[in-house]
């Protein structure tokens, strides 16, 4: 038992408490019972913090400004209080959720809308209104289709609509509310914009066609052009579909090599040439298109002068976007956009990038295919191409002809499946047309034919490549031509020769082990301004800019692999200033 003193002290609060007494509300409310000796009472006993409330709609008041810990009121006051409070609480969650909620009867009146809706343009209500007008006639024919039966539940509708004044797109789901035999009376709506996500499909779609027509092989068009006109026609369609879709105007794209795991430059737009560093594909100290590279995951810099990765681009660069090119989920390569404005890129903008990415890599794949078997002739370039196409083309073909069945009725989209069905098809035939295409540089037959031509005889030419192949086939022919021929395999080499001898023509790829073509170009110039040199590249590979930088001090000719025995000499000739073999 306790004693006096104890009892006195566990019947009232101790100071230190007070801040966490428990919060009462007391409704005097309507009840007869004289609640003023309880109300006494729990002041009395400083236990409490009461609020009071002479009224229902006081206490509601109450009730949504402070949470309290207890509710004291009459019987016959509870349960009104309890359903006033339930109902208060639901229209404050109505009035504060994202979506527009409303309730429209058969004329397509809005009987009741939340503050969302309100807020709403007279036109969005519109079209609204005029979208539950056409659900009741939805709603009575399931009704009727069920026998009239109150027990079947009937489907809820979605609607879009686009606001023509604002040029907003807008998604509405509605349900039927059932009058006393089960028929529907009125609808419940709900509403919400949905512009952000449907202009980034209607990107995502832009992106997709654009990537088609990056891939789409014309045999008529390409089998009239050069490999210089084909990497000039993929280069421009790159950079107007980024400009047009993407808005991209600083960008450069990095193909990996493979062999030295070096991410050698294809083109850049509106990035600084001569700034351009060596770049290999690993995580740390090779800037962020070597991270990209070496991860397969994307990147966005929106703080370069922070990040440890970034390396110099853009002059006055405040973000960039990296992103892997990806072929059959390997790493071929990386597109890599700067921008002047700070942060310029966001989610989307890297969504949009990878998937241009992909037609990026698929497109320079089948030119890769067509131009740089170097060792082959075009016809078996393109049965590579056909072996590693032909099972996806033909599985394209399966799905969209099974689809097609699928879908009958649906006649956007079959007209859709149709024009996918015929650009499959165009592929496969051009494919075969392609194979067709006169024979390049490496045919097993060249020069059985050819006889020494007095001008060239006892001109000294150096052939500077890392390819075995080329180096003996391109030396084989000018000799059977006349000339003496020295091979280098790599720059350094191919240096060693400039130094040890003299040539009247340098002929090298500007792909190479220790220097590039520029450096050999250089090597060449340092030594007699008066010998010429003839680039050559595949793809349009250049490297640290070899060929810019060569073209502005005197470089003779490119040369895009794979070539014929007559472009060659043409270009020999042409640089040896003599009348053509």
């Given amino acids: 038992m306790m004693d006096s003193e104890e009892s006195d002290r566990g019947s009232r609060c101790d100071t230190p408490r007070q801040a966490n007494k428990p919060k009462v509300l007391f409704l005097r409310g309507s009840g007869r019972a004289d609640k003023s000796d309880l109300l006494e009472t729990l002041r009395n006993s400083l236990c409490f913090d009461i609020s ?9 008041g109450l009730l949504e400004q402070r949470s309290f810990d207890a509710v004291l009121t009459d019987t016959a006051d509870f349960l009104p209080l309890e359903r006033a409070s339930v109902s208060d609480q639901a229209l404050s969650i109505l009035n504060n959720i994202g979506e527009g909620v409303c309730i429209v009867d058969r004329g397509g009146t809005v009987l ?25 006639d939805f709603f009575d024919r399931q009704y009727r289709e069920s026998n009239q039966s109150s027990d079947v539940p009937i489907r809820s509708r979605k609607y879009s609509f686009t606001d023509e004044q604002s040029n ?16 529907p009376s009125r609808i419940a709506t709900v509403i919400w914009e949905d512009t952000a996500s449907r202009r980034l499909q209607q990107r995502i779609d832009a992106i997709d066609k654009a990537g088609r027509e990056l891939v789409r092989l014309e045999a008529e068009t390409l089998s009239a052009m050069t ?5 000039n026609l993929l280069q421009n369609k790159i950079i107007r579909y980024a400009r047009k879709l993407l808005h991209f105007d600083h960008f450069a794209i990095r193909l990996l090599n493979r062999r030295t795991n070096q991410l050698e430059v294809l083109f850049g737009v509106g990035l600084p040439g001569d700034t351009q560093t060596e770049v290999f594909a690993n995580v740390e ?31 006055r660069a405040c973000c960039s976007l990296t992103v892997p090119l990806l072929l059959h989920d390997k790493v071929i390569g990386t597109l890599n956009v700067e921008s002047d404005k700070e942060q310029a890129f966001i989610e989307d903008d890297r969504q949009m990038a990878e998937i241009f990415g992909r037609h990026i890599a698929i497109a320079m794949n089948i030119l890769d295919l067509l131009v740089v078997e170097r060792y082959q002739t075009t016809g078996q370039a393109a049965d590579v191409l056909n072996q590693q196409v032909s099972e996806p083309l033909d599985g394209i073909l399966t799905k969209a002809s099974l689809l097609m069945e699928d879908y009958i009725g649906h006649d956007d989209l079959r007209h859709r499946l149709q024009g996918i069905i015929d650009n499959v098809v165009n592929m496969k035939a051009s494919l075969k047309e392609i194979r067709k295409q006169p024979k390049g540089i490496f045919d097993a037959h060249i020069g059985k034919d050819i006889t020494p031509d007095p001008q060239l005889i006892a001109r000294h030419i150096l052939v500077v490549d890392d390819e075995e192949s080329i180096r003996r086939t391109i030396a084989d022919v000018i000799c059977k ?15 060693a020769l400039l130094r040890q001898r003299t040539y009247d023509l340098v002929i090298s790829d500007i792909k190479l082990p220790y220097a590039n073509g520029y450096e050999i170009f250089a090597a060449a ?43 060659l000499m043409n270009e020999i000739c042409r640089a040896l200033k003599i009348s053509k073999v």
């Avoid at 009071?52 to 206490?59: G, L, R, T």
């Avoid at 930088?549 to 003779?556: C, D, Q, S, V």
């Fill in 52 to 60: 009071i409330a002479h009224s229902m709609d006081e206490a509601l």
């Fill in 112 to 136: 009741w809308a939340n503050s969302k809706m309100e807020s709403f343009s007279a036109s969005v209500k519109q079209g609204v209104s005029e979208r539950g007008r056409q659900a009741f």
């Fill in 168 to 183: 907003r797109y807008f998604e509405m789901i509605v349900n039927p509310m059932k009058d006393e035999q089960g028929k």
């Fill in 227 to 231: 490999v210089e006109e084909r990497i």
């Fill in 285 to 315: 100290h090779n800037g962020i298109s070597g991270y990209v590279a070496a991860t397969g995951r994307s990147y966005i810099c929106n703080n370069p002068s922070t990040d440890a990765r970034y390396l110099p681009g853009l002059d």
């Fill in 481 to 495: 031509y006349g000339c003496t021929a020295d091979t280098a395999q790599d720059g350094r080499e191919g240096k």
């Fill in 525 to 567: 110039q340092s030594l007699s301004k008066s010998i010429p040199v003839i680039l050559m590249t595949g793809f349009g590979y250049d490297p640290n800019h070899s060929i810019v930088r060569a073209n502005r001090e005197g470089l003779a000719a490119v040369l895009y692999k794979p070539f014929k025995v007559e472009q």
